[in-house]
């Protein structure tokens, strides 16, 4: 609301609630959307690690103008569409490392206390019914443009006037409309309809976290006109200020351009998911601060994918020395040892430094870097000091730690092996049926993950560079 960063303050000490506009399940989601749901899925997780019980919401819009088009052209019903599509996210999300919300709650579940919620905003005044449907009557809140600083003027200045639009006032929005033929409908006092956009949000609010919550996040495309009339209604049917901090993440450009499905310049994330590591790409999105663009390239991808790497060989050359001096004759493990002082001061100074970036408004790329000069320090010591199993323990707990709060999981040995043969079967198969450029393809991926392939007569071998 300020435009400025602000110290965290919640409600209730030690608590978070936290609401995420969640998808339109219409169809995959894209790209853009991962971006959104990794970031604030990220945040969640370091308000967890920094001690917070975070209640947290995203809702699904599973009845909408979007849903009943896609569903009409497939001559499928839009309800089974969207049951369908949100089976679909579940799947993308985990394979992006994705937590489930605390709640998960659809429109199409909500339809009563909507109605009721809507029927408070007539009997205050703060709405009127005109032929079935119902409007918010914006004039009646002198707040109205708070959140994109507009003012209710300047809206109506950007609006194309209809002489048969049935609002009182251009900038009064829909919170119930009248049934079209062939749509989906619910019963209310007004007759036969369903809910407008923004009602569901300010309803779910309510029903999961109160009158008032601490955190609503989603992209920077939802202020106006999503979250400003979101405020309007909450803060009209309460009296009360709706959310303490607004979230929005930047936009997500696709080789240096506006994301859009109407030129052909987006991508769809089940479709990277098909030949791009989920931790990769997870790692990709968190690489720029929420907040500022990111510019998808398949270079910025490979980068990525390279610094991972890079973190996934410290992690494989710490359990090698791990397993070199469990081996010797003359070291006795000690369970629970201590690391010595380098170790442990060491391990400090890298928590230190990804708490302060994180803590700064959650600074993911700065957050990154950090544990990139712990992962240069560490392989410093590897290399020079003679450490104990205590020390590399210490030294791997704590990537592996940092890693975890952004929903980068470790690579495990069984998982990697799997991966990996599934990788060089398909390049077979693409060899023989002559794809080349995917073989190549594949063989890069690999190798950007420090894995190198070696073709002989007996089949591919694999290998870690060393």
Request: net charge negative; glycine share 6%; hydrophobic share 40%.
């Amino acid at each position: 609301m300020s435009g400025e960063k602000e110290p965290l303050q919640t409600i209730e000490p030690g608590k978070v609630r936290f609401y995420a506009c969640g998808p339109t399940v219409y169809h995959y989601f894209h790209l853009g959307n991962a971006r959104m749901f990794v970031a604030f899925d990220t945040i969640r997780r370091y308000l967890e690690y920094r001690g917070y019980d975070v209640r947290f919401v995203q809702n699904f819009t599973d009845v909408d103008d979007r849903i009943i088009q896609r569903a009409n052209e497939l001559g499928v019903n839009p309800r089974e569409l969207a049951k369908q599509n949100i089976a679909d996210y579940f799947a993308d999300a985990e394979a992006l490392f994705i937590r489930p919300a605390t709640v998960h709650p659809r429109v199409t579940e909500c339809i009563p206390e909507i109605i009721r919620f809507i029927e408070d905003l007539i009997r205050d005044g703060h709405a009127y019914e005109r032929n079935g449907s119902v409007y918010f009557d914006t004039s009646s809140f002198p707040e109205y443009g708070k959140l994109s600083h507009q003012s209710p003027d300047d809206m109506r200045a950007g609006y194309r006037i209809d002489i048969q639009d049935e609002k009182d006032d251009p900038t009064d929005f829909a919170l119930w409309k009248a049934a079209k033929p062939g749509e989906e409908f619910w019963q209310s006092p007004w007759g036969v309809g369903r809910p407008g956009w923004h009602i569901e949000c300010s309803v779910m609010n309510l029903l999961y976290l109160g009158e008032q919550i601490d955190i609503h996040a989603g992209g920077r495309d939802l202020i106006f006109p999503h979250h400003e009339n979101e405020i309007a209604q909450s803060e009209a049917h309460s009296g009360k200020v709706f959310a303490r901090y607004w979230l929005h993440n930047g936009t997500l450009n696709i080789n240096g351009e506006k994301m859009s499905k109407s030129t052909g310049n987006f991508i769809m994330t089940r479709d990277l998911l098909a030949r791009r590591d989920g931790r990769s790409v997870r790692f990709f999105l968190l690489s720029a601060h929420y907040r500022h663009p990111l510019n998808y390239t398949e270079e910025a991808l490979t980068q990525a994918e390279q610094g991972l790497g890079r973190i996934d060989r410290l992690l494989r050359s710490i359990d090698h020395h791990l397993a070199a001096l469990s081996e010797r004759a003359d070291v006795v493990p000690v369970t629970g040892a201590l690391p010595g002082a380098t170790a442990t001061g060491d391990c400090a100074e890298i928590r230190t430094a990804f708490v302060a970036a994180m803590d700064d408004d959650f600074n993911t790329a700065d957050a990154i870097s950090a544990i990139f000069d712990g992962v240069r320090l560490i392989n410093t010591r590897l290399e020079s000091e003679r450490l104990t199993m205590a020390d590399l323990e210490a030294y791997r707990n704590v990537i592996v730690e940092l890693l975890d709060v952004l929903g980068i999981p470790e690579q495990h040995a069984a998982q990697l092996e799997a991966e990996v043969e599934a990788l060089i079967e398909e390049r077979q198969s693409a060899r023989a049926r002559r794809d080349f450029a995917r073989a190549d393809e594949i063989r890069d991926i690999l190798k950007h993950r420090g894995i190198i392939l070696e073709d002989t007569p007996q089949g591919t071998r694999w290998s870690f560079e060393s």
